[in-house]
């Protein structure tokens, strides 16, 4: 257990005490909340502390780590949390194309609650955003911050407390879905002590960054960190607001949002739309603009855009959540409003896209050879797509047509598995030989595999799902020549079929990428080469040719 | 040493504010008016709210996830006002905490869904949508009618709704599960005081067949029955403006 | 409170829109700024920087 004796004496007692605080709160709930489902998650909160303290308490008094780690930057969290992304893209992508083939075929369930659609949907949401993306976004950004600002993290705890804890959020997430426990806010599920626990990391994440900022040898900030930063902070911001709500008791998993109705409806995809925003756009820009220029070998197109784009998201995102309530009980002017910014918001969203597709111009031969750069290549084409779509979709009178259809959830995972999924396995594939000091992934090709797999994937997926949606949205509003309303709604149900079954093949192409990424993942680990000396030195091994340190602009 | 380390450190702190600031003014300035909008929904003076039996339905309806495929909010469309009936106000949905509009219809939207179809139809659709409806994709629901209702926590579930602004009397509060057991026991002692507190017009029946015993199901089914039928604001106003 | 429905939406039509304007004023003019583009060049090579390991 090197990474237990890496910690210093005194982080690994703070860890014990740590753990066992938890551990005990975990033991009250699950004594006292009796007949409640909240004592399952108390004994489940037990046993993953002591799970994890009795490894610490072997270790407690190992010698004290050698000096000679100050020379190196703090890369143990970073491996466990790329490991943890590729374990939960497995599991929530697993769980995505079973929903999706139960929209085919209902009865392939078990039978018993847990299995049944509406509780496993949010398992794949959930997962897939928070457990995939996150850790994704958690275990790049302490990786991130450490190059650019060129010091080791200032703690060796606070990193693991972020990351241990945001996963048991997500572990109390998923499995409370699974025992019945929901909010049933879109996106913001867990209920209340989950929710306060996730306050108590975040606000941790929060810190630590600001003290690795703060002791930074770079005197300008880099690009990337802001936007890690503004993930940060106006998640923290949506998170708290839109999860105000009343518990019915201390020892009940149930709660009351605070907001009913109208109000509610708007908080609702203020976070709804802001959660795109800065947790699935900005954290992932974060990511691109570091290491998309890196393994291009080539600095950032334009630096100057970059910066008016960070600003143009952060301020305009937050006026566009009213899109998706139009022709609702909503007054018109928010809706119009909301309509407005969605319009107005393309042009930063496409300066960010062809910032990253022009700093390519002049590699354009790295990107038919490596596949690892293609990924990020394709993930800056569908942010611009999809952002694009996001802007088209949110004018009204295409939103008649388009709300409530399969067309919104063709346009998410247009973003979903074309920009997020893509830019994450761009960015893994990059830091895995560099984290593990490897002089490349096991097997290129299997990067190769994946990457095909995922871009048909995507491509079966999202049409499928524009066909559905434009289909079912024409059906609920054809009329006949007398003036009824031409289809039933059933029509439309068994219309959507063959649809469903291509989602359905288009999602299972996506896993195999994935579980090739887990696969490759593991042999780099296992087996692949170590770099050599000169070589760990450097980001990467081949490309970075002279054109690098000469400017763009 | 130290001041240009105050320097850097108020870059950072610089940066945070600056985001913020930009973040929240957006998110302020268009949603503050949405809570001052009291004073622009449209009054509804004969709105009801859930009884005990209902609000523990809505609760298994937020459990079991069925807001992921059907939505409760008909859009001031044409087509979707002769499809699924006079298009939902802002007051319709006032004591819904929090509101389960959706976004997406997989299944059709049952805002006004109550009265609909009979209890033993809904009983047999949940139980097996394919029984009554064979093309369905919609998932069975057996164990809603093996489960027994959780009625020891109704009181605090009331309280609370209390607290976050839903007009329960203290009276309401402290019979809540009496309510609940009465509601689907039509030929109990409890129903007096049942319609006493909610009203003449509560429905009391024993939605899911089984008068003597209080079943998930039985409150499931009480909450579809209520849908769109705690006032009858929305079909006046329909009457009287004329659509877009 | 007698900040009444009106007030908010007034605020919300007009200072809203005066502040976005300004903001994007002050974005841009502090992108564009001559005296930062040097910063701002060193920002964006300096990451290609080989070395892998802390300043200190
Ligand atoms: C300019 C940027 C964007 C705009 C203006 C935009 C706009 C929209 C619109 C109009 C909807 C449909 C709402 C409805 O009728 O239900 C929507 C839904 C959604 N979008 Fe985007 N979008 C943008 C970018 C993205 C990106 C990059 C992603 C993913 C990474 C994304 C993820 C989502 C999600 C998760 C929903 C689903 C909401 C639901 O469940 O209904 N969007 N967006």
């Given at each position: 257990m090197d990474v237990i004796s890496n910690l210093t004496m005194d982080e690994r007692r703070r860890a014990l005490l740590i753990l066992l605080v938890m551990a005990l709160v975990g033991l009250t709930f699950a004594a006292a909340g009796h007949g409640d489902p909240i004592a399952v998650h108390g004994a489940l909160v037990l046993v993953l502390s002591l799970a994890l303290a009795f490894p610490v308490m072997g270790h407690l008094y190992d010698p004290e780590p050698s000096i000679e780690r100050f020379n190196a930057y703090y890369d143990d969290p970073s491996k466990v949390g790329v490991i943890l992304t590729f374990v939960w893209a497995a599991f929530a992508m697993f769980v995505g194309d079973w929903v999706a083939w139960l929209m085919v075929e209902p009865t392939w369930t078990t039978g018993s609650a847990w299995s049944s659609f509406g509780r496993l949907r949010p398992v794949h949401t959930t997962g897939v955003i928070f457990g995939f993306g996150g850790n994704g976004l958690i275990a790049t950004s302490f990786y991130v911050m450490q190059r650019t600002c060129r010091v080791r993290l200032p703690d060796q705890l606070s990193p693991w407390f972020v990351l241990i804890g945001y996963n048991l959020f997500c572990i109390l997430a998923v499995t409370g879905y699974l025992l019945g426990i929901t909010q049933s806010k879109e996106y913001a599920e867990p209920e209340w002590y989950a929710d306060l626990w996730l306050v108590i990391v975040w606000v941790t994440?929060?810190?630590?960054?600001?003290?690795?900022?703060?002791?930074?040898?770079?005197?300008?900030?880099?690009?990337?960190?802001?936007?890690?930063?503004?993930?940060?902070?106006?998640?923290?911001?949506?998170?708290?607001?839109?999860?105000?709500?009343?518990?019915?008791?201390?020892?009940?998993?149930?709660?009351?949002?605070?907001?009913?109705?109208?109000?509610?409806?708007?908080?609702?995809?203020?976070?709804?739309?802001?959660?795109?925003?800065?947790?699935?756009?900005?954290?992932?820009?974060?990511?691109?603009?570091?290491?998309?220029?890196?393994?291009?070998?080539?600095?950032?197109?334009?630096?100057?855009?970059?910066?008016?784009?960070?600003?143009?998201i952060t301020f305009m995102y937050m006026w566009v959540g009213s899109h998706h309530l139009h022709h609702t009980a909503l007054p018109q002017w928010v809706q119009t409003l909301g309509m407005t910014f969605s319009l107005v918001l393309l042009v930063p969203s496409w300066g960010s896209a062809a910032n990253a597709l022009l700093t390519l111009n002049g590699a354009w031969h790295k990107v038919r050879d490596d596949a690892t750069l293609r990924f990020m290549m394709i993930a800056a084409v569908f942010y611009g797509l999809t952002t694009f779509e996001g802007s088209f979709m949110a004018i009204r009178s295409v939103n008649a047509l388009s709300h409530y259809t399969d067309w919104t959830v063709g346009h998410v995972h247009a973003g979903a598995l074309g920009w997020v999924a893509m830019i994450t396995f761009g960015a893994l594939y990059a830091s895995i030989p560099w984290l593990w000091k490897r002089e490349r992934m096991y097997s290129p090709a299997l990067v190769e595999v994946h990457f095909w797999l995922a871009l048909s994937g995507t491509a079966v997926y999202v049409f499928a799902l524009w066909n559905a949606g434009i289909i079912q949205g024409l059906m609920w509003r054809t009329y006949t020549e007398n003036g009824n309303l031409a289809y039933t709604f059933l029509d439309s149900v068994v219309a959507m079929r063959p649809y469903y079954i291509a989602r359905a093949l288009g999602g299972l192409l996506y896993l195999l990428g994935a579980l090739a990424g887990c696969l490759n993942l593991y042999l780099t680990i296992r087996f692949a080469a170590p770099a050599t000396e000169a070589a760990s030195r450097k980001p990467l091994r081949d490309g970075l040719d002279d054109a690098a340190t000469q400017p763009a602009e | 040493m130290f001041t240009l380390h105050y320097r850097l450190e108020r870059r950072a702190i610089g940066m945070t504010l600056g985001i913020i600031a930009a973040a929240s003014i957006g998110g302020f300035v268009e949603i503050a008016p949405l809570f001052t909008i009291d004073q622009t929904v449209e009054a509804a003076p004969d709105m009801r709210v859930y009884t005990p039996l209902e609000l523990a339905g809505r609760n298994i309806y937020m459990r079991e996830g069925c807001y992921a495929c059907h939505s409760q909010m008909i859009r001031t469309l044409r087509d979707e006002v002769e499809r699924y009936g006079p298009y939902s106000l802002a007051v319709e949905s006032k004591?819904?905490?929090?509101?389960?509009?959706?976004?997406?219809?997989?299944?059709?939207?049952?805002?006004?869904?109550?009265?609909?179809?009979?209890?033993?139809?809904?009983?047999?659709?949940?139980?097996?949508?394919?029984?009554?409806?064979?093309?369905?994709?919609?998932?069975?629901?057996?164990?809603?009618?093996?489960?027994?209702?959780?009625?020891?926590?109704?009181?605090?579930?009331?309280?609370?709704?209390?607290?976050?602004?839903?007009?329960?009397?203290?009276?309401?509060?402290?019979?809540?599960?009496?309510?609940?057991?009465?509601?689907?026991?039509?030929?109990?002692?409890?129903?007096?005081?049942?319609?006493?507190?909610?009203?003449?017009?509560?429905?009391?029946?024993?939605?899911?067949?089984?008068?003597?015993?209080?079943?998930e199901m039985d409150s499931l089914v009480a909450y579809l029955q209520i849908l769109g039928r705690l006032t009858d604001a929305a079909s006046r106003d329909t009457l009287a403006k004329d659509l877009e | 409170m007698d900040l009444s429905h009106e007030t908010l939406v007034w605020v919300a039509k007009t200072f809203g829109l005066i502040y976005l304007v300004i903001l994007s004023i002050a974005v841009v003019a502090y992108a564009c700024w001559p005296a930062r583009q040097k910063e701002f060049r060193d920002a964006s090579t300096a990451i290609l920087n080989r070395e892998d390991r802390p300043w200190r």
């Amino acid at each position: 257990m090197d990474v237990i004796s890496n910690l210093t004496m005194d982080e690994r007692r703070r860890a014990l005490l740590i753990l066992l605080v938890m551990a005990l709160v975990g033991l009250t709930f699950a004594a006292a909340g009796h007949g409640d489902p909240i004592a399952v998650h108390g004994a489940l909160v037990l046993v993953l502390s002591l799970a994890l303290a009795f490894p610490v308490m072997g270790h407690l008094y190992d010698p004290e780590p050698s000096i000679e780690r100050f020379n190196a930057y703090y890369d143990d969290p970073s491996k466990v949390g790329v490991i943890l992304t590729f374990v939960w893209a497995a599991f929530a992508m697993f769980v995505g194309d079973w929903v999706a083939w139960l929209m085919v075929e209902p009865t392939w369930t078990t039978g018993s609650a847990w299995s049944s659609f509406g509780r496993l949907r949010p398992v794949h949401t959930t997962g897939v955003i928070f457990g995939f993306g996150g850790n994704g976004l958690i275990a790049t950004s302490f990786y991130v911050m450490q190059r650019t600002c060129r010091v080791r993290l200032p703690d060796q705890l606070s990193p693991w407390f972020v990351l241990i804890g945001y996963n048991l959020f997500c572990i109390l997430a998923v499995t409370g879905y699974l025992l019945g426990i929901t909010q049933s806010k879109e996106y913001a599920e867990p209920e209340w002590y989950a929710d306060l626990w996730l306050v108590i990391v975040w606000v941790t994440y929060f810190v630590l960054y600001m003290r690795t900022l703060a002791r930074r040898e770079e005197p300008h900030i880099y690009v990337a960190n802001w936007y890690y930063m503004a993930f940060i902070l106006v998640v923290a911001m949506l998170h708290i607001v839109n999860n105000l709500a009343v518990p019915v008791s201390f020892l009940s998993a149930k709660s009351h949002s605070l907001f009913s109705g109208v109000q509610d409806a708007l908080t609702e995809w203020w976070y709804g739309h802001n959660a795109v925003a800065f947790f699935l756009t900005a954290g992932f820009l974060g990511m691109m603009y570091y290491y998309l220029p890196i393994r291009a070998g080539r600095p950032i197109f334009s630096y100057r855009l970059s910066i008016i784009s960070f600003w143009g998201i952060t301020f305009m995102y937050m006026w566009v959540g009213s899109h998706h309530l139009h022709h609702t009980a909503l007054p018109q002017w928010v809706q119009t409003l909301g309509m407005t910014f969605s319009l107005v918001l393309l042009v930063p969203s496409w300066g960010s896209a062809a910032n990253a597709l022009l700093t390519l111009n002049g590699a354009w031969h790295k990107v038919r050879d490596d596949a690892t750069l293609r990924f990020m290549m394709i993930a800056a084409v569908f942010y611009g797509l999809t952002t694009f779509e996001g802007s088209f979709m949110a004018i009204r009178s295409v939103n008649a047509l388009s709300h409530y259809t399969d067309w919104t959830v063709g346009h998410v995972h247009a973003g979903a598995l074309g920009w997020v999924a893509m830019i994450t396995f761009g960015a893994l594939y990059a830091s895995i030989p560099w984290l593990w000091k490897r002089e490349r992934m096991y097997s290129p090709a299997l990067v190769e595999v994946h990457f095909w797999l995922a871009l048909s994937g995507t491509a079966v997926y999202v049409f499928a799902l524009w066909n559905a949606g434009i289909i079912q949205g024409l059906m609920w509003r054809t009329y006949t020549e007398n003036g009824n309303l031409a289809y039933t709604f059933l029509d439309s149900v068994v219309a959507m079929r063959p649809y469903y079954i291509a989602r359905a093949l288009g999602g299972l192409l996506y896993l195999l990428g994935a579980l090739a990424g887990c696969l490759n993942l593991y042999l780099t680990i296992r087996f692949a080469a170590p770099a050599t000396e000169a070589a760990s030195r450097k980001p990467l091994r081949d490309g970075l040719d002279d054109a690098a340190t000469q400017p763009a602009e | 040493m130290f001041t240009l380390h105050y320097r850097l450190e108020r870059r950072a702190i610089g940066m945070t504010l600056g985001i913020i600031a930009a973040a929240s003014i957006g998110g302020f300035v268009e949603i503050a008016p949405l809570f001052t909008i009291d004073q622009t929904v449209e009054a509804a003076p004969d709105m009801r709210v859930y009884t005990p039996l209902e609000l523990a339905g809505r609760n298994i309806y937020m459990r079991e996830g069925c807001y992921a495929c059907h939505s409760q909010m008909i859009r001031t469309l044409r087509d979707e006002v002769e499809r699924y009936g006079p298009y939902s106000l802002a007051v319709e949905s006032k004591y819904d905490h929090p509101m389960l509009w959706g976004s997406k219809r997989t299944g059709p939207d049952i805002a006004r869904l109550g009265g609909k179809y009979s209890d033993e139809w809904h009983v047999r659709h949940l139980l097996d949508p394919r029984d009554v409806v064979p093309v369905s994709i919609m998932p069975s629901y057996g164990w809603l009618m093996e489960n027994d209702l959780r009625i020891d926590d109704l009181r605090d579930q009331l309280a609370t709704q209390r607290a976050v602004g839903v007009p329960y009397t203290p009276d309401m509060i402290r019979h809540a599960a009496d309510d609940a057991y009465a509601q689907a026991n039509p030929d109990g002692s409890g129903v007096k005081d049942l319609t006493a507190r909610y009203g003449e017009a509560t429905t009391v029946r024993a939605f899911d067949g089984t008068p003597g015993r209080l079943t998930e199901m039985d409150s499931l089914v009480a909450y579809l029955q209520i849908l769109g039928r705690l006032t009858d604001a929305a079909s006046r106003d329909t009457l009287a403006k004329d659509l877009e | 409170m007698d900040l009444s429905h009106e007030t908010l939406v007034w605020v919300a039509k007009t200072f809203g829109l005066i502040y976005l304007v300004i903001l994007s004023i002050a974005v841009v003019a502090y992108a564009c700024w001559p005296a930062r583009q040097k910063e701002f060049r060193d920002a964006s090579t300096a990451i290609l920087n080989r070395e892998d390991r802390p300043w200190r």
